[in-house]
């Protein structure tokens, strides 16, 4: 099998201005003439061998540095960058991407940096649904809403929280049973754990020293809790740390963020990273065989597989949304380029409403964006009985979904046809938003378009929407 040729002309260079050489002088230590070092450092020659050989032994450098990994990941972040609709009619050569890639990495890196800000001036427009739908809006997020934008603006993965859930989850690097890790670290800290019935999940009696649980919990519920509790009590010097990174506006956002890194470790830790990748991949996301699998729910599978974007060893980027019976979104995470509203409901032509109407079942759908986008989405409804007669039920539904380009990864796309045009309903994200015209289902005019109202006529709408 032919070998890779490694072309490494930027590292090459930044060697030689750390180590304060001249090209003559750094080509006579390596052992090669100075037009064939101009040329490795420009990248019309791969390094050699004997060069590789020379920079450890001259200078003690580490050879893996060498490596394309850092200019192979810009070419896939580009690639993706690339395959927003706005470039339909001039994205770049692969070829090209390579060189830029190689060459000039600080430019590939601010062009993905300047295509960052655009996704998210999008997003700015949908956080107007704030400002036009509630009357007590306020130009600063309130503390919740500034937690979800932490989360969100993360990708909805924290490495440092991950990884330290990954090492308690496999000690060793061998997945062991939850509950009893869970309950040897809250004994090393003299806290104890009972079952009893009641209201509420989970107590925490710090004078006791006693972790209560709901006894009619589900299963995987009183495994989360108890993960949850041991995050709060033996891993909070990583929480805080995180905390202070954030630098969140408010104690009462800090509050509530620290809820939600150890709900996260709790989540990572019974579905600990590497291990969930793996069996999604063999399972194709199935989420009912990974659900029992790891003895988790199937919304926390769900949850879970939208957050597994580690550099380097990235799943399918997913996005993940909860509504209630109302149509609000209660949970909301995207690793794709659909972005939810801020605020209010979603789209009343998503799958997911429908959810309720089929308890138990699973929903597919192929869905077209204004922008374009395909996507395939699943939906279920995940209603939480009371556990007793006359408490309440909580209901709710789930979707997660890909773009159209990752559909062969997940079994639910089996026997669709992904190449009819016509088969992909079309989706908006918010109505305020959604420059759909025709829309049936339109509730209020979008923002950025002008009306022309005619009360001799009536269409769908008692409106139309300009061009």
Known sequence: ???????????????????????K?????????????????????????????????????????????????????????????????????LADLRLAASNAPALARAFLDLHRAYR????????????????????????WEEVRDFFHYCDNYIDAVDRAAERFACPGGVRADPVERARAALAEVGVGVEYRDGPGLRAYDARARLLTLNARSAPATQRFQMLHQVALLTRDKLL????????????????IARIG??????????????AILDAARETRHDLELL??????????????????????AKGVPFFFVRVDQAGTITKRHSATRLQFARFGGACPLWNVHRAFETPGRFLRQLAETPDGVRYLNIARD??????????????????????????????????????KSAAFEPIGISCRICERRECHQ??????????????????????????
Not at 123 to 131: F, I, P, T
Not at 240 to 255: G, I, N, P, V
């Open 120 to 143: 998210q001036s999008h997003e700015r427009l949908a956080s107007l649904d704030e400002a036009l739908g509630r009357e007590d809006a306020a130009l600063s997020p309130s503390p």
């Open 261 to 274: 890194l150890a709900n996260y470790f709790a989540g990572a830790a019974l579905l600990p990273y590497g």
């Open 382 to 419: 995940v209603s939480k009985p009371g556990g007793a007669w006359g408490a309440p039920v909580r209901r709710f539904a789930i979707a997660l979904g890909c773009e159209i380009s990752h559909a062969a990864n997940l079994v639910y796309a089996d026997d669709l046809d992904l190449t």
């Open 291 to 312: 659900s029992d699998r790891f003895g988790a729910s199937v919304e926390q599978v769900a949850h879970r597989l939208s957050t597994l974007q580690r550099p380097g």
């Open 1 to 23: 099998m032919a070998t890779q040729k490694l072309y490494a002309g930027v590292k090459l260079r930044e060697t030689r201005t750390r180590l304060g050489l001249t090209q």
């Open 442 to 467: 339109r509730s209020v005019p979008p923002l950025e378009r002008r009306l022309s109202v005619d009360a001799d006529r009536r269409g769908v709408l008692p409106y139309e929407i300009a061009e």
């Open 240 to 255: 805080q740390a995180t905390l202070d990174l954030a630098r969140f506006q408010s104690d009462e956002a800090r509050a």
């Open 25 to 93: 002088d750094f080509a006579a230590r390596l052992g090669v003439s100075l037009p064939y070092l101009n040329q490795m450092e420009n990248n019309h020659r791969p390094v050699s061998t004997g060069v590789v050989l020379a920079l450890a032994q001259e200078f003690g450098f580490d050879v893996t540095e060498l490596s394309t990994g850092d200019a192979e990941r810009l070419v896939s972040d580009m690639r993706e960058a690339l395959a927003d609709p706005v470039f339909a009619d001039s994205a770049p050569p």
